[in-house]
C-alpha cells in the first residue's frame, strides 16, 4: 500500500475510530449484565455463558473473514462492521425491553452478531496496520490497541449510567457510536482497497497455521491469556455486584480504571516491541499477572472485610497492566511468522487465525469462571484457578524463546533491507 504520510495519518484516525466503537460496544454491555442476569434469571454459568457468545463468531468465521480482508480490503470490511455494529445496539434494545416473545434468544442473536462485527474490525483493523506499516508495527498495533481502550473506558461508564437512566436512551446512544464512524470507515474503504490480483495466500488454509510449528505455539499462548482476561471480563462484575453491592454505574466506573491500566500497557509494550523484540516482555507479563492472580486468590479467602475487596480491585489492575505484556506482543510475532514461512498477502487471513486463537480463550474464560463459581461458592478457588494457564503459558515462551525471536527478528532483518 503506497499512501502519503498524510493519508497514513487519516487512515490512522478511521482504524483507531473503529476499534474505539467495537470496544465501547463490547465494554458497554459488561455492566449492564448482572440486570440481565436478574431479568432473565440466570445462573452464574449462564450469564458468563451470554458473555462467552460474543466470540463465538470470531472463533468460527476468523479466517474467513481474514480471507474477506485479503480480497475486498479492510476498509469496506470495517465499513459493513459499523453498520453492522449500529443495527446490533438497536437489537439488544429489542430484547432488554422485551418487545417479542422470546426476547433472550434475541440478546443471544444481538450477541453474536455483535461478536460477528467485533471479529471483523480486529481481523481488518491489524491486516491494515501490518500493511501500511511493516517496519513499526509493534508500536501501531499497541497504539491501535490503547486508542481502543478510549472505547473501553467510556464503554462502562456510558453503559451503567444510561443503563440506570434509561434502557431505551442507552441502546440508542450505543447505536449513535458505530453510525458516526461510517464516514470515516467509508474514507478508508476507498484508501485501503483489496489485492485481487496478489496470490501469495493461494489455497492456504487454517489448517497449515496448525501445522506450523510456530503459529501454533503462538495461538495456544494467544488462547491461554484471553482465557483469563475473559474469564475477568465476565466475572469481575458479578464480584462488584455481589461483594459489594455495586449498581451499574459503580460497576462501570471500576472497570474504566481497569481498562485504563490495559491500555497504557498495550501503548508502552507496543512502542519496546518495536526497539527490543517480544519475547522478553512476554515472558515479564506471564509471571507477573501468576502473581497477580495467586494474590488475589489469597485476599478472597476472607472478604468479609470490603477492604479486602478493594485490594482485589486494585491488585487486578497490576494483572491488566501486565496481561497487555503478554498479548501486545504476539501481534507483531503473528505477523512476522506468516510472513516468513508462507509470505506477503496473506496479512488477513494471519490475523483471522489469530482471532480464532484469541476468540477460544475468550469463550471458554466466562465458560470457566462460571461454573467453578456456582460449585465452589469460593472466589478464592476461582481467581486462584485463573492462574494456572497463566503457568503453562510461562513454560511455553520460556521453552520457545529462541525459536520465536529467532523468527522475529530474521523476517525485520529482511524487511529493513528491503526499503
Given at each position: 500500500m503506497k499512501l502519503s504520510e498524510r493519508e497514513k495519518r487519516l487512515v490512522f484516525f478511521a482504524l483507531s475510530a473503529a476499534f474505539i466503537a467495537n470496544l465501547l460496544g463490547y465494554a458497554?454491555?459488561?455492566?449492564?449484565?448482572?440486570?440481565?442476569?436478574?431479568?432473565?434469571?440466570?445462573?452464574?454459568?449462564?450469564?458468563?455463558?451470554?458473555?462467552?457468545?460474543?466470540?463465538?463468531?470470531?472463533?468460527?468465521?476468523?479466517?474467513?473473514?481474514?480471507?474477506?480482508?485479503?480480497?475486498?480490503?479492510?476498509?469496506?470490511i470495517i465499513l459493513a462492521s459499523m453498520i453492522l455494529l449500529t443495527l446490533t445496539s438497536l437489537l439488544y434494545l429489542v430484547a432488554t425491553a422485551e418487545m417479542v416473545d422470546g426476547a433472550f434468544y434475541f440478546l443471544a442473536l444481538a450477541r453474536v452478531l455483535h461478536g460477528l462485527a467485533g471479529a471483523a474490525v480486529m481481523t481488518a483493523g491489524f491486516a491494515a496496520a501490518s500493511e501500511i506499516w511493516p517496519l513499526n508495527f509493534g508500536e501501531i498495533s499497541g497504539k491501535l490497541v490503547g486508542t481502543a481502550v478510549i472505547g473501553g473506558l467510556l464503554g462502562p461508564v456510558l453503559g451503567g449510567v444510561t443503563f440506570e437512566y434509561s434502557e431505551t436512551f442507552a441502546f440508542i446512544i450505543l447505536a449513535m457510536v458505530p453510525a458516526l464512524v461510517i464516514p470515516f470507515a467509508f474514507f478508508a474503504a476507498k484508501k485501503i482497497t483489496g489485492k485481487p490480483d496478489n496470490n501469495a495466500q493461494g489455497g492456504v488454509s487454517l489448517g497449515v497455521f496448525l501445522r506450523n510449528p510456530i503459529l501454533l505455539r503462538l495461538g495456544v499462548l494467544i488462547a491461554l491469556a484471553t482465557i483469563a482476561t475473559g474469564a475477568l471480563e465476565a466475572g469481575?462484575?458479578?464480584?462488584?455486584?455481589?461483594?459489594?453491592?455495586?449498581?451499574?454505574?459503580?460497576?462501570?466506573?471500576?472497570?474504566?480504571?481497569?481498562?485504563?491500566?490495559?491500555?497504557?500497557?498495550?501503548?508502552?509494550?507496543?512502542?519496546?516491541?518495536?526497539?527490543?523484540?517480544?519475547?522478553?516482555?512476554?515472558?515479564?507479563?506471564?509471571?507477573?499477572?501468576?502473581?497477580?492472580?495467586?494474590?488475589?486468590?489469597?485476599?478472597?479467602?476472607?472478604?468479609?472485610?470490603?477492604?479486602?475487596?478493594?485490594?482485589?480491585?486494585?491488585?487486578?489492575?497490576?494483572?491488566?497492566?501486565?496481561?497487555?505484556?503478554?498479548?501486545?506482543?504476539?501481534?507483531?510475532?503473528?505477523?512476522?511468522?506468516?510472513?516468513?514461512?508462507?509470505?506477503?498477502?496473506?496479512?488477513?487471513?494471519?490475523?483471522?487465525?489469530?482471532?480464532?486463537?484469541?476468540?477460544?480463550?475468550?469463550?471458554?474464560?466466562?465458560?470457566?469462571?462460571?461454573?467453578?463459581?456456582?460449585?465452589?461458592?469460593?472466589?478464592?478457588?476461582?481467581?486462584?484457578?485463573?492462574?494456572?494457564?497463566?503457568?503453562?503459558?510461562?513454560?511455553?515462551?520460556?521453552?520457545?524463546?529462541?525459536?520465536?525471536?529467532?523468527?522475529?527478528?530474521?523476517?525485520?532483518?529482511?524487511?529493513?533491507?528491503?526499503?
Open positions: 458497554f454491555i459488561v455492566p449492564i449484565l448482572p440486570s440481565w442476569k436478574l431479568q432473565f434469571d440466570l445462573s452464574n454459568t449462564q450469564a458468563t455463558a451470554l458473555v462467552s457468545l460474543w466470540a463465538v463468531p470470531l472463533f468460527f468465521l476468523g479466517p474467513k473473514t481474514g480471507r474477506l480482508v485479503d480480497r475486498f480490503g479492510a476498509g469496506r469481575i462484575p458479578l464480584f462488584l455486584a455481589e461483594g459489594l453491592g455495586m449498581g451499574s454505574g459503580m460497576i462501570g466506573l471500576v472497570i474504566l480504571v481497569m481498562v485504563l491500566v490495559q491500555g497504557l500497557g498495550s501503548w508502552i509494550w507496543g512502542i519496546q516491541v518495536d526497539k527490543k523484540g517480544p519475547v522478553r516482555f512476554m515472558i515479564f507479563g506471564w509471571i507477573i499477572v501468576t502473581i497477580t492472580l495467586l494474590a488475589c486468590s489469597y485476599v478472597a479467602t476472607d472478604l468479609s472485610n470490603k477492604s479486602s475487596i478493594w485490594l482485589i480491585i486494585g491488585i487486578l489492575a497490576a494483572f491488566q497492566f501486565s496481561i497487555a505484556a503478554t498479548q501486545v506482543p504476539m501481534l507483531p510475532m503473528i505477523d512476522t511468522a506468516t510472513t516468513q514461512a508462507y509470505g506477503s498477502g496473506s496479512a488477513g487471513l494471519a490475523f483471522g487465525a489469530f482471532g480464532t486463537a484469541w476468540a477460544a480463550g475468550t469463550i471458554i474464560g466466562p465458560l470457566l469462571i462460571g461454573p467453578v463459581l456456582d460449585y465452589s461458592g469460593s472466589w478464592a478457588i476461582t481467581l486462584g484457578m485463573l492462574a494456572i494457564p497463566m503457568i503453562i503459558g510461562l513454560m511455553i515462551t520460556i521453552a520457545n524463546g529462541h525459536v520465536l525471536n529467532s523468527c522475529y527478528e530474521a523476517e525485520m532483518s529482511m524487511r529493513k533491507e528491503s526499503q
